[in-house]
């Protein structure tokens, strides 16, 4: 597998010198360590992106969310944060690969909410436990 990448050290620099608060750190994936701690996973054809939708995360100030509804929420508003700092750093956005990402947690939401018993869709209460309104009542 040839692995390409779009991320340039000097990019990576940049972004260093731009907030200085955080840490960058090479990881096995692209991922925000709350507090401050933006993990830069291998190189992939979207790896800046992804490197801006992790900083969205940590200007966000993103922390643990308790329901997957936060969950999807948080990822959106880390996409939004990206999409502007693209603009800045001339990143190309890529609509199609984020849609996809978004994806991923879209179907989780899903296949999370539906009752293994009657497949009816659970709800979630803020302290993350899902209730069907059929088996639970
Ligand atoms: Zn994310
Ligand atoms: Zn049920």
Known sequence: ??????????????????????TFTDGKKFAFRPPKTI???PP?????????HELGHALSRHQDYHT???????ETEAWAIAKK?????????????????????????????ICKK???????????NYHCPLCDS
């Not at 992939?44 to 801006?52: A, K």
């Not at 009657?118 to 993350?128: E, M, S, V």
């Open 44 to 52: 992939e054809p979207n790896d800046s992106l992804l490197l801006l």
């Open 39 to 41: 993990i830069i996973g």
């Open 68 to 74: 997957h509804i936060e969950r999807l929420k948080i």
């Open 118 to 128: 009657c497949g009816l869709t659970r709800y979630q209460t803020p302290d993350g």
């Open 85 to 113: 700092l693209c603009r800045i750093y001339h990143i190309p956005y890529d609509e199609d690969f984020v849609e996809s990402q978004l994806d991923t947690y879209r179907d989780w939401l899903h296949s999370k909410s």
């Open 1 to 22: 597998m040839v692995a390409t990448t779009t991320l340039k050290p000097s990019f990576r620099q940049q972004l260093q010198n731009n907030y200085p608060d955080f």
